[in-house]
């Protein structure tokens, strides 16, 4: 067996929401439709964004990338396709997920992973709010002046589970309204004020051309 090996890694946790309870409800089909979500979405923008499945846990995925950039837009990506794919099915048999991403040292045995990295990962899918995703600080540096896609939420720092000390959260905004809230909107009174002052400008350029009358 091979000495385990140490490497940063952006690792992404995806969660079923009440899984145990739809499993209760209709244990076949549960799975059935888990495993045509896994087949028909997962694996495809998993091969898209360059991903690897580490391994799929029950109900959840833990999967790595060498790119933070590429961790968020699947994230994203799963995120809103889920629903559309998903449209057509009775509300109950509907399954979201939640997904927490952090950029961190994970520790690679065989075909596992391991640490403080996927520790993260996991406490922020576990803080997610069900069709959310919430990223750590650290992937939060490495994406958001290289996206335009999503925004980004500043939660503060908050006590992730599974982890001793508190961790900088962001909230990936799938449908932003303004994507980049670190630019400052013009206030819509200055707006106008400006708009006027243009007005003004022109009618005073237009009264002193009229008064010199150059054309006579």
Known sequence: MSEPTRQLAAIVIADAVGYSNLIQADEAGTRARFNELAESIFEPLLAQHRGRLIKTMGDAFLITFTSAVAAVNFAADIQRILPVHQSQWAKDHRIRFRIGINLGEVIVEGDD????????????????????????????????????????????????????????????????????????????????????????????????????????
């Open 113 to 216: 992973v391991r640490g403080d990295g996927v520790n993260v990962a996991t406490g922020l899918e576990a803080m997610a709010e069900p069709g959310g995703v919430l990223i750590s600080g650290s992937i939060f540096d490495q994406v958001h002046r290289r996206m335009d896609q999503v925004a980004f939420e500043d939660t503060g720092l908050q006590d992730v589970p599974k982890y001793p000390d508190p961790v900088p959260v962001y909230q990936v905004l799938l449908a932003p309204t303004i994507v980049d809230q670190n630019v400052p909107s013009t206030p819509k009174s200055a707006r106008w004020q400006v708009v006027f002052g243009l007005g003004v400008l022109v009618i005073i350029a237009g009264a002193a051309l009229w008064t010199l009358q150059p054309w006579n």
